[in-house]
């Protein structure tokens, strides 16, 4: 009976909280089709579509470079200040997007520390790509290097010590048998970045300036047909975001057992 | 020869890690700081004292905390029914829990809102209240708890319940004497992940909570509103609190995880 009682209370939670919502959003965007379409094929959502997949294309790869740096830095080397790093590196999933936000607004800014250097070389940085690029690299930081960090650990480094012995150089070693062996973790590191990235809107929000068809991405554009009244133009957009999130779930779960095996 | 390659090695990629860090993090929070202090001591604690900006953070720290409780609770349970539960479409249902990881925040506020807003197809109309900011975080946060306890229990043997079971102990008794000292630190690290998601929570909000001023605006909002009407100053103060959080929010979760593994150490 008990058993049953806390199946049901999981499986409600879930339905209320996740499913029915998600549902409600599908069944409305069905309701008008006509409306939906007209939404997402106006150039200014294509274009926000396409600035999202840009900033994606650009932070993923760049964090996943760094991601595994720091990972290697921080189980294989050794250095003072060590646990500080460890540390730090999480802090961007603690931070509220709007504060990374505005911390990237006040040093880009007009009277920024960086924002005068680009000022006088004419740069535009702040409400432009750039700054948008680098609010998703913030948000989007740890998500590699946390998922490579447990998985360099379990492996050891017996296999690397041998290569080395061996005669092979650091490349080498690293591209025929660390990166071998962490090469799910990264993986799955590499869909969570790409999760974050395409659904970033309270940092970017901020340093965008949310000009339409300029530095409008996917989320904002979202938040900008609500803002509009058009709710069959926002649910469509929502609709196509939550189809991307689906397929990153799926490709979560499918690599999701390899990674425990 | 080797040794001294190795030395370089290590300079190199802590150097890159180091410049990589210091100018896409550290710059920009010492701006931020460093903007908080412009107006000197006074200036930041009238701004964070400013009666708009203490209503939010009480409502803003009072909503996560209560969030992180109930997710505890029914984190906790639904961990334990994935993994002790058989039924069919259980895998369905694990995969699912990750979708708040994987859905824009943005759009986690609008199916919300059209579940439980003023066009709600089962006449619950919780838009603009502080009902809607509890459901807002509980959706965003919803992952934590169920995915720190959930391997945890899969580790745990489930003889030792049957056991505790099988010697007269109630089912009650038996979660709190064999499991819930084992899931501990677990829980408590999903609910330090999940108080500090909530608090920065911004996009999940923005939409379904109407933002109104000592009702339902929350600290992230507030902020986002002082940095549109110009008064940066204040934002960063307010940010700074919400950055000392996080900062006390992480330092709890390494020192949990410091505990939680101490035995695996010794």
């Not at chain 1, 492996?155 to 090469?183: N, Y």
């Not at chain 2, 802590?14 to 993090?25: K, R």
């Not at chain 2, 829980?187 to 009702?215: D, H, Q, R, W």
Request: hydrophobic share 55%.
């Amino acid at each position: 009976m008990s058993r049953l009682g806390l199946r049901l209370l999981a499986l409600a939670y879930l339905a209320t909280i996740l499913v029915a919502p998600l549902v409600i959003v599908f069944w409305r965007t069905f309701e008008d089709v006509g409306a939906a379409w007209d939404a997402l094929s106006a150039p200014d959502t294509i274009h926000a579509f396409k600035l999202t997949l840009l900033i994606t294309a650009i932070a993923v790869p760049v964090n996943t470079v760094f991601g595994i740096v720091c990972a290697l830095a921080i189980v294989r080397r050794r250095f003072p200040g060590k646990g500080l790093l460890n540390a730090f590196i999480d802090l961007p999933l603690a931070l509220s997007p709007v504060v990374v936000g505005l911390s990237l607004f006040l040093l880009y800014g007009r009277e920024g520390w960086f924002g005068v250097w680009l000022g006088r070389h004419n740069i535009q940085f702040l409400f432009a790509l750039p700054a948008m690029i680098v609010a998703t690299i913030f948000v989007s930081l740890p998500f590699v290097a946390r998922e490579v960090i447990p998985t360099l650990r379990e492996v050891g480094d017996e296999q690397e010590q041998a290569s080395r012995t061996l005669g092979a150089g650091g490349w080498q070693t690293f591209w025929r048998i660390t990166l071998p062996s962490i090469r799910w973790a990264v993986i799955y590191g590499v869909i969570l970045t790409t999760a974050r990235s395409l659904g970033e809107y309270g940092a970017v929000a901020v340093v965008s300036g949310r000009i339409q068809g300029q530095t409008e991405t996917a989320t904002l554009r979202v938040e900008e047909q609500y803002e509009q009244f058009n709710l069959p133009g926002a649910y469509a957009i929502s609709i196509v975001l939550a189809l991307m999130a689906i397929v990153v779930l799926v490709a979560m779960t499918t690599i999701r057992p390899k990674e425990t095996a | 020869m080797r040794a001294s390659r190795d030395r370089a090695g290590t300079a190199l990629s802590l150097g890159f890690v180091t410049t990589f860090l210091t100018v896409l993090v550290v710059l920009p929070i010492a701006a931020l700081v460093w903007e908080s202090t412009k107006a000197g001591s006074q200036g930041f604690w009238d701004a964070v004292s400013s009666p708009e900006s203490v209503a939010a953070l009480k409502l803003t720290i009072g909503t996560a905390v209560a969030v992180s409780l109930l997710n505890a609770v029914l984190g906790t349970i639904t961990a334990w029914v994935l993994v002790r539960d058989e039924f069919r479409g259980k895998s369905l249902v694990n995969a699912i829990i990750d979708l708040p990881f994987a859905l824009p925040t943005i759009v986690a506020g609008l199916t919300l809102l059209a579940l439980y807003g003023p066009r709600s197809p089962i006449g619950v109309d919780v838009a603009f209240t502080r009902t809607a900011i509890v459901l807002a975080m509980m959706f965003v946060t919803l992952p934590f708890v169920v995915r720190t306890v959930q391997p945890v229990l899969q580790e745990l043997d489930p003889e030792a319940e049957e056991a505790a079971r099988s010697l007269g102990a109630s089912g009650l008794t038996s979660f709190r004497r064999v499991i819930f000292p084992n899931i501990f630190p677990g829980v408590l690290s999903g609910m330090a992940l999940a108080l500090a998601k909530a608090i920065g929570e911004f996009g999940a909000l923005v939409i379904i909570t109407g933002n109104l001023p000592f009702k339902t605006e929350v600290s992230s909002v507030y902020i986002f509103g002082r940095i549109e009407s110009g008064d940066t100053a204040a934002a960063a103060s307010v940010a700074v609190v919400l950055l000392a959080l996080s900062f006390v929010l992480l330092l709890s979760i390494g020192v949990i995880r410091h505990f939680a593994t101490r035995h695996d150490r010794a």
